[in-house]
Nanobody, 124 residues
Framework: VQLQASGGGLVQAGDSLRLSCAAS????????MGWFRQPPGKEREFVAC????????YYADSVKGRFTISRDNAKNTVYLQMNSLKPDDTAVYYC??????????????????WGQGTLVTVSS
């Protein structure tokens, strides 16, 4: 699976931004898709996941209620809608894909495909 992320930028606190991740894969609907982020000087962390098949979504506590992950299987694209952005959301955001078990979704090590990352900067 090849992934291409886009949509990052510089915004102010409280603004919204939507990230996109286009996938080059034959059976996109059969891939679990996730978003991770890596703040400056920190490790990559889980943000959200959209499970294959069921479409059930999972979020990190830090973004729950503000971020929404969704997918358009017809366009082979997964989105991350980010509302009420905070300076702490500043990071490089990565989309990822994999065929993994439920308990493995939170670790980046369990995803086999990654986008190139897109920078989101939230100013106060």
């Amino acid at each position: 699976v090849q992934l291409q992320a886009s949509g990052g930028g510089l915004v102010q606190a409280g603004d919204s931004l939507r990230l996109s991740c286009a996938a080059s894969v034959r059976s996109f609907s059969g891939v679990t898709m996730g978003w991770f982020r890596q703040p400056p000087g920190k490790e990559r962390e889980f943000v959200a996941c959209l499970w294959r098949g069921t479409g059930r979504t999972y979020y990190a506590d830090s973004v729950k209620g503000r971020f929404t992950i969704s997918r358009d299987n017809a366009k082979n694209t997964v989105y991350l809608q980010m509302n009420s952005l905070k300076p702490d959301d500043t990071a490089v955001y990565y989309c990822a894909g994999g065929n993994l078990i439920l308990s493995a979704m939170y670790s980046p090590d369990n995803y086999h495909s990654w986008g190139q990352g897109t920078l989101v900067t939230v100013s106060s």
